[in-house]
C-alpha cells in the first residue's frame, strides 16, 4: 500500500476505511513507491493529485466529511493543514479588535471606544458557569434598568461609539433578560444610530421577536452540543434541544444571528462540538464564530488546560465542511501567548475568513502570503457585512 515519506501522508489513505490504514508509525516509515507501482481499487478512486491547478485543494476537501476530519489523528490533520488542503481561495482574511479589549501590535491599534460591551445585569450572574464565574462580566459597563441602558448608549455616542455589546449574566433558565430592554433598543437604534450586537443565552419566540422588531442588528448564542458540558459546566438544567429550538426562534424571528462553538469546555477536551455544528448547519447562521475555552484566573477551572491548537483548527475544518458559504470566524475568547500564535496561523491555514485579536505573527503570515487584509474596531461576528462589502467592492 503505497503512502508518502517524511511528515508527509498519503490522502487516499486517510479516506480508506479503518481496517485498511496503516499504523502511524508504518506509516512513516514507509518508502514512497515508485511511479509504477500499482494502486489499489480505493486509492485509484480517492488520490488526489498533486500537480492540480491552485483550486485543487477546495477540490480535494469537498470530497472529505465532516467525520472524516473528526477521526484524524493530530499528525495527520496538521500534515492536511499544512498541504494547503482547506486554505482559502481567493486568499482574503479581516482582523478585528473591538474596543472591550486593548490591543495594539506594530500593525494595528485597537480604539478605546468604538464597540463597548455593556451588562444589563450588572455583575450577576445565576448560572456562574465554571469557565466563566461571572468575571467577564466585571469588563463591561453596567447597566441594569432601559433609562440606564439609553443614557449610556448616549454618553457613548458622545465619547465616539459606533455600536455595543449588549450582553449580561445568565437567569436560572440559562436565558438574559433582554426582553425587558427591547423598546429601549429600539431607541438606541433610532435615536444614535448605534449598531447593536446582543447575546441572547437561550432565547424564547418572544423575546427574539422583540428584538428583531426594535432593530438589533445581530443576535450571538453559544451553542452547546453536550448534556452532559450544560450540566457540569454551565450548571444549566437544559438539554441540548433547547440550544437547537433557541437557533430556530432566531432564524424564524429573522434576525441576523452569528452562533458561537466553544471549543474544550468541557475541561478542555472535545466534547459535544461537533454535534453543536451539526445543529447550526440545519439553519441558515450569518456567520460562525469559534472560540475557546481558556482559564480564567479565581473560576473553578482555572488550572484546566485548554484545548490544544489543532483541536480548534479541527473543529474549524469540521464547521467549513459543514457549511462551506457561511462565512467563517475565529473569535476572541481563546488562549494567550504562543497558544494563540499557533492556533490563529493553522486557523488562517484551515481557511477562516476572519480572526479576532490576531497574534502578531498571524498579521504577518497574512502580509507574507500575500492576504487581502482589513482591520476593523467592529465585533467580529460583523464579518457577513464585511465579507459582502468586500464582495461587492469588487464586482
Same mark, same amino acid.
Given at each position: 500500500m503505497p503512502v508518502m515519506t517524511g511528515t508527509k501522508y498519503s490522502r487516499s489513505i486517510l479516506m480508506l476505511p479503518r481496517e485498511h490504514r496503516l499504523s502511524q508509525v508504518s506509516l512513516l516509515k514507509q518508502k514512497a513507491p515508485t511511479v509504477n507501482r500499482p494502486l489499489s481499487k480505493n486509492q485509484k478512486r480517492l488520490r488526489v493529485?498533486?500537480?492540480?491547478?491552485?483550486?485543487s485543494g477546495w477540490r480535494a476537501m469537498r470530497s472529505l466529511s465532516a467525520e472524516t476530519v473528526w477521526r484524524m489523528t493530530d499528525e495527520n490533520l496538521l500534515c492536511a493543514i499544512q498541504d494547503?488542503?482547506?486554505?482559502s481561495q481567493p486568499k482574503r482574511i479581516h482582523f478585528y479588535a473591538p474596543s472591550f479589549m486593548y490591543y495594539k501590535t506594530r500593525y494595528y491599534c485597537s480604539s478605546t471606544v468604538d464597540f463597548p460591551t455593556i451588562s444589563v445585569t450588572g455583575k450577576n450572574c445565576t448560572?456562574?458557569?465554571?469557565?466563566?464565574?461571572?468575571?467577564?462580566?466585571?469588563?463591561?459597563?453596567?447597566?441594569?434598568?432601559?433609562?440606564?441602558l439609553l443614557e449610556l448608549c448616549r454618553r457613548l455616542k458622545q465619547e465616539g461609539a459606533s455600536g455595543c455589546l449588549i450582553s449580561g449574566g445568565c437567569l436560572p433558565d440559562g436565558s438574559i433578560p433582554l426582553g425587558h430592554f427591547a423598546d429601549a433598543i429600539g431607541r438606541i437604534k433610532s435615536e444614535l444610530g448605534l449598531t447593536v450586537v446582543v447575546h441572547t443565552g437561550l432565547i424564547d419566540s418572544g423575546t427574539a421577536r422583540s428584538l428583531a422588531q426594535n432593530g438589533v442588528d445581530t443576535a450571538l448564542i453559544d451553542v452547546m452540543g453536550s448534556d452532559e458540558t450544560i450540566s457540569e459546566i454551565c450548571n444549566l438544567n437544559a438539554r441540548v434541544e433547547d440550544y437547537a429550538r433557541?437557533?430556530?426562534?432566531?432564524?424564524?424571528a429573522h434576525?441576523?444571528?452569528?452562533?458561537?462553538?466553544?471549543?474544550?469546555?468541557?475541561? /478542555?477536551?472535545?466534547?459535544?462540538?461537533?454535534? !453543536?455544528? #451539526?445543529m447550526i448547519s440545519k439553519f441558515k447562521p450569518s456567520a460562525l464564530v469559534v472560540i475557546a475555552f481558556m482559564p480564567i484566573r479565581g473560576t473553578t477551572m482555572e488550572g484546566i488546560r485548554p484545548p490544544k491548537p489543532v483541536d480548534i483548527a479541527k473543529v474549524i475544518v469540521a464547521a467549513r465542511l459543514m457549511m462551506p458559504g457561511i462565512p467563517l470566524v475565529l473569535g476572541c475568547m481563546r488562549p494567550k501567548g504562543k497558544h494563540r500564535e499557533e492556533t490563529d496561523v493553522l486557523?488562517?491555514?484551515? /481557511?477562516?475568513?476572519?480572526?479576532?485579536?490576531? !497574534?502578531? #505573527?498571524?498579521?504577518?503570515?497574512?502580509?507574507?502570503?500575500?492576504?487581502?487584509?482589513?482591520?476593523?474596531?467592529?465585533c467580529c461576528c460583523q464579518t457577513y457585512v464585511d465579507v459582502r462589502d468586500w464582495g461587492n467592492n469588487e464586482r
Open positions: 493529485n498533486r500537480t492540480r491547478s491552485k483550486n494547503g488542503l482547506f486554505s448560572l456562574k458557569c465554571g469557565h466563566c464565574g461571572g468575571k467577564v462580566l466585571e469588563t463591561m459597563y453596567p447597566a441594569t434598568t432601559p433609562d440606564q433557541s437557533l430556530e426562534v432566531l432564524n424564524e434576525i441576523s444571528f452569528v452562533p458561537h462553538v466553544i471549543t474544550g469546555l468541557h475541561y /478542555g477536551k472535545l466534547k459535544g462540538e461537533r454535534y !453543536a455544528l #451539526e486557523a488562517m491555514k484551515c /481557511g477562516v475568513d476572519a480572526i479576532a485579536f490576531p !497574534a502578531e #505573527e498571524a498579521v504577518a503570515f497574512a502580509r507574507e502570503g500575500g492576504y487581502g487584509i482589513t482591520f476593523s474596531s467592529q
